[in-house]
């Protein structure tokens, strides 16, 4: 497989668009690849909850089979679900959504594809943090924007500094992407953070651009600032977020993205040229999922608390390792001592050791010494791989 990799993307055959080469070699695949050929490996690479979705959900996928829901729903996402989301963030975020401010996608992952390559051109800057989820700056790429990277740093828990975002702004700026909580640091944003971009934004008539798949996953009765509850209005706003994360849902592959009216419509035909409608019977399962009980919600939130807790407490009994307490998702973000190289501490550590974690420049370019670990595993599964990462660690010399 990472041979299969190799050849496409370093190919000189002409076929391939050009373009495509803005695309890495996803660091995760490769790790995972590797992962696949050896016995009795911990991950602490996964990306999806460990749970399956409630059986609720699971059972209106079935029912929907079952009465023959097989067939296309509307563009912008079947009338029930664009309804019952409308109703769900209108609650959640205190404002009024209609069903013509959102379109249901095939995961947040087409949501931000068609956010970003619908607005992306040559000669148009896109604020990034980095490190960031990794699809977003290839993505702006692909299409001929550029990046301006704004770097978190560990020892300040990898808070975006609103201050940093405005100054990088200049006259080519086109749009800001925030991601909070942010895949790969679990940094959630404070309101006042996220109300200083999306102001500074507006009175520019810049975009900005959230991704809040992880909106639930949010720890300690924190405060959770969406860009729903902190803009005025729609205008220069697209919030993606999904049902990956929150009810267990990632295979399902059903997202959404909310927007002013004339922006969804607009992506709606763009929609239509690439996956033409969201999975139809999933669909349904996402209106089981608004309308049902979520208490368990509660529940996944105590749990992932734990197992950060404990994470984090591991962490710090590590040699070489700089950690720090994410308030969200599933992800810790520790970084190696200055200037080493993380891809190699991470393939040394899965030969030597048999965990999995993934290196820091999947997501970016100034944490190169970074390692991502995620905690959506067992407390179990977590405490067996540090038995083995401290006396590795212990080992190391850095320098
Ligand atoms: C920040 C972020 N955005 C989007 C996605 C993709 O979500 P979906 O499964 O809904 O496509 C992920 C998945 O890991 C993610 O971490």
Redesign the pocket.
């Known amino acids: 497989m990472s041979r299969l990799d190799f050849d496409f993307y370093e190919s000189e055959d002409p076929v391939w668009n050009p373009a495509l080469l803005t695309i890495p070699v996803p660091g995760i695949r490769k790790m995972v690849n590797l992962a696949a050929t050896m016995d009795d490996v911990i991950h602490l690479s996964i ?2 909850p460990d749970a399956p979705a409630p059986p609720h959900v699971i059972q209106a996928g079935v029912d929907a089979l079952q009465a023959g829901q097989t067939g296309y729903t509307m563009d912008a996402g079947l009338p029930e679900l664009l309804d019952a989301l409308a109703e769900y963030n209108g609650e959640r975020y205190g404002r009024t959504i209609s069903p013509e401010n959102i379109l249901v996608t ?7 594809y068609l956010a970003l390559s619908a607005v992306s051109a040559p000669g148009r800057e896109f604020i990034v943090a980095d490190p960031s ?1 990794m ?1 977003y700056a290839p993505l702006i790429r692909m299409h001929g924007g550029e990046v301006r990277y704004v770097p978190t740093r560990v020892e300040n828990n990898h808070q975006l500094d609103p201050q940093e975002v405005i100054d990088a702004i200049d006259s080519n700026t086109h749009a800001i992407i925030l ?1 909070s909580p ?2 790969p640091t679990g940094t959630v944003y404070p309101r006042e953070t996220v109300e200083t971009i999306v102001q500074e934004a507006a009175y520019r008539g810049i975009y900005v651009i959230s ?1 809040e ?2 909106d639930h996953l949010v720890y300690d009765n924190r405060d959770y600032a969406s860009v729903l509850s902190c803009c005025s209005d729609l205008d220069h706003v697209m919030i ?6 929150t009810f267990s849902m ?1 295979g399902m ?3 959404w993205l909310i927007a002013s009216q004339g922006a969804i419509k607009k992506l709606r035909r763009y929609h239509m040229f690439t996956t033409t409608v969201a999975n139809t019977p999933c669909q349904w399962a996402g209106v089981a999922a608004l309308k049902g009980p979520r208490a368990f919600i509660d529940d996944i939130q105590e749990n992932y608390k734990k197992r950060r807790n404990r994470l984090v407490q591991l962490v710090e009994q590590t040699p070489h390792l700089e950690g720090y307490m994410p308030e969200g ?1 599933f992800y810790l973000f520790p970084s190696l001592p200055e200037g080493v190289n993380g891809n190699n501490v991470a393939l040394r550590m899965l030969r030597e050791t048999g965990v999995c974690t993934i290196a820091g420049d999947t997501f970016g370019e100034s944490c190169r010494n970074a390692l991502r670990f995620s905690y959506a595993t067992s407390i179990e599964n977590i405490e067996r791989a540090f038995e083995r990462i401290i006396p590795w660690m212990e080992r190391q010399d850095f320098g």
């Open positions: 990306g999806q095939t995961g947040a992952t087409e949501a931000i989820f699809l991601n942010s895949n991704d798949v992880y993606i977020s999904s049902f990956s994360k990632a592959r059903i997202g998702a």
